[in-house]
């Protein structure tokens, strides 16, 4: 009975409406991105143990779109994040966003930080980097996806997993992780952090991160970039010496608008120097 029951929750949850509850209020200058010409909004797919919601969004016309899996902050996939997918769909990518966080808690519908923390501590790092084999599966077979140029790129929570997928799929082309935790205490559920798969990348990532984030002291990328220089996978760190933490998230107040487009310009950059 207790796996019927967590089978129809995965089956009935969706992606977010709108903003997620803890990010109000929004800021003035979000950036709004239209699905005009687009296939875009929220679909099931197959997962190991049922099905997760995921919002992913494509060119309305043709086939074989590299694809780009959008990795998550701690919100959830919410408007912001739904966004991202728009613009990547505007440029010819099919981008796709699963809900990693759905088996533990629908955390678009909180409105404290502190109450989304413990649910996402509980999401096994097994777990998502299943749910991301199962949404590039569906991306090939379901979606016009090519699995030949594959890239990634997660925010916060999803920068962290970005580095961390990579490792785990050698098949990736390329990623670009934005302010993701480096160095953390290692448990059961998440057992390894970035910098202890650093030496053993093969796939090129791009590290976006901020001089002035509180949450990932400079030393730990310096840590990083040590631990980068003995892998193969030719990875760079870029750090924005005056830029705090989520610098990207247009919606908050923390967005940098002038280091937020060039992160965006070099993300395009990578991708395409690497085959996404």
Request: glycine share 8%; net charge positive.
């Amino acid at each position: 009975m207790k796996e019927i029951t967590r089978r129809k929750f995965i089956v009935t949850a969706t992606v977010a409406t709108g903003f997620a509850l803890a990010v109000q209020p929004i800021s003035a200058g979000v950036i709004t991105t239209d699905a005009k010409g687009l296939v875009a909004g929220a679909v099931k797919i197959p997962v190991k143990d049922g099905e997760i919601p995921v919002y992913r969004a494509a060119p309305a016309t043709g086939e074989n779109f590299p694809i780009v899996l959008v990795l998550q902050e701690i919100f959830g996939v919410h408007e912001h994040i739904q966004d991202i997918t728009r613009r990547f769909a505007r440029l010819g990518y099919l981008a796709i966003a699963p809900e990693l966080f759905v088996r533990q808690g629908d955390v678009s519908k909180l409105s404290n930080i502190d109450e989304i923390r413990p649910i996402v501590a509980k999401v096994p790092d097994a777990q998502v980097l299943s749910d991301l084999d199962s949404t590039v599966e569906w991306a090939k077979k379901s979606a016009k996806g090519n699995g030949e140029k594959l890239g990634i790129t997660g925010f916060c929570w999803g920068g962290r997993i970005t580095w961390l997928y990579a490792a785990h799929n050698p098949q990736a082309k390329a990623g670009v992780a934005w302010y993701g935790r480096l160095v953390g205490d290692a448990n059961e559920l998440q057992p390894q952090y970035p910098v202890d798969v650093a030496s053993k990348l093969t796939v090129p990532i791009l590290g976006l991160y901020g001089g002035k984030d509180t949450g990932i002291p400079l030393d730990t990328v310096e840590q990083m970039r040590d631990r980068l220089q003995s892998s193969s996978s030719k990875s760079e760190i870029f750090v924005y010496p005056n830029a705090p933490h989520a610098f990207f998230a247009d919606y908050r107040p923390s967005y940098r608008e002038k280091e937020a487009q060039d992160g965006w310009k070099r993300l395009l950059a990578w991708f395409k120097e690497n085959g996404v």
